[in-house]
């Protein structure tokens, strides 16, 4: 079960990859028409996108964590590599394709702690602001990089803060869904523990249960019996897996009306017997008394929930 639930969560984790793989895919092919330049970072983007999920599937059986992180990270490098000559084709700073790092980012988010998703975010920003720069470089301004530095760098210049508030994006997008995945995580890791602890209870408390020397037997209120110990399965005469489920009427009141009449009186007047006797006849018609306790099982609402 535990196995399974990984494995769900680690495909859902996947998925945003896949989905900005598809998108970018379709920009390149699509509507760039495949240009040559990009054609071995778009090949190496796509073969380690594709290698994720078969990587998922073989870790169940594998210990591939380091290789997962480090293609995961590859994977991330060249698709900001492809993102990078997608906005430098379309525009450069006036792409309208930048955006493509936000997605970067979020998915990269969604598999890395806080502090791996900034560094993501500063690969990111930095890819940005080199492509920008490249294309002032080369796009006429003097001839000159230190030129294409100036004017990116000048407080005059709307280039600049177009950099700046790009970068401050791709850092504040990062922190956002970097802090949410982390709260996320953590709930689910106190989710888990509580589970486990809930169910190392019930385990423990069913074993004392079960071995108690006296018998115990529980009803819901329709009178279905939801619980017989081994002490009850020797005393009635009765195997747990004959009543479970089964309303206790049916079961035995051929056998021990005295005793049914007890329970039904605690079911329809919610007060608990402190101490009564019935007499009970078992298979072979032997014919003994018993001694018999009640109590109440309430909700946290004081609604009757069952008797014991």
Not at 171 to 194: K, M
Request: hydrophobic share 45%; no cysteine.
């Amino acid at each position: 079960m535990q196995d399974n639930t990984s494995t769900i969560k680690a495909y859902w984790l996947l998925a945003p990859r896949l989905i900005t793989y598809i998108l970018i895919s379709g920009i390149v092919i699509f509507w760039m028409d495949y240009p040559g330049f990009i054609g071995f970072p778009f090949f190496a983007y796509s073969l380690l996108t594709l290698l994720l999920p078969a990587l998922m599937v073989a870790r169940r059986w594998l210990e591939l964590r380091f290789v997962l992180k480090s293609v995961t990270l590859f994977q991330t490098i060249f698709e900001v590599t492809v993102i990078s000559g997608i906005v430098y084709t379309t525009g450069n700073i006036n792409s309208a394709y930048s955006g493509l790092y936000v997605l970067s980012i979020i998915s990269a988010a969604q598999v890395n702690r806080l502090s791996s998703t900034l560094g993501i975010a500063s690969i990111v920003s930095f890819g940005y602001a080199l492509v920008i720069w490249y294309g002032l470089r080369l796009g006429g301004v003097s001839g000159s990089s230190s030129r294409a530095l100036e004017i990116l760098f000048s407080s005059q210049d709307a280039a600049f803060y177009n950099i700046f508030l790009h970068i401050l994006t791709f850092f504040l997008i990062a922190f956002i869904s970097g802090f949410l995945v982390e709260r996320l995580r953590q709930r689910d890791r106190q989710l888990a523990d509580t589970s486990q602890a809930l169910r190392r209870a019930r385990l423990e408390t069913d074993d004392i249960l079960r071995h108690l020397n006296s018998g115990l037997l529980t009803i819901d209120p329709e009178g279905r019996i939801i619980f017989f110990n081994s002490a009850a399965e020797q005393i009635l005469d009765f195997r747990e897996d004959e009543v479970s489920g089964l309303n206790f009427r049916d079961v035995f009141a051929s056998r021990m009306p005295e005793f049914v009449e007890n329970l039904n009186g605690v079911l329809q007047s919610h007060k608990f017997l402190r101490r009564g006797e019935a007499r009970i006849r078992k298979r072979d018609y032997t014919v003994i008394y018993i001694g018999i306790s009640t109590s109440l099982l309430v909700d946290e609402t004081g609604r009757v929930r069952g008797v014991i």
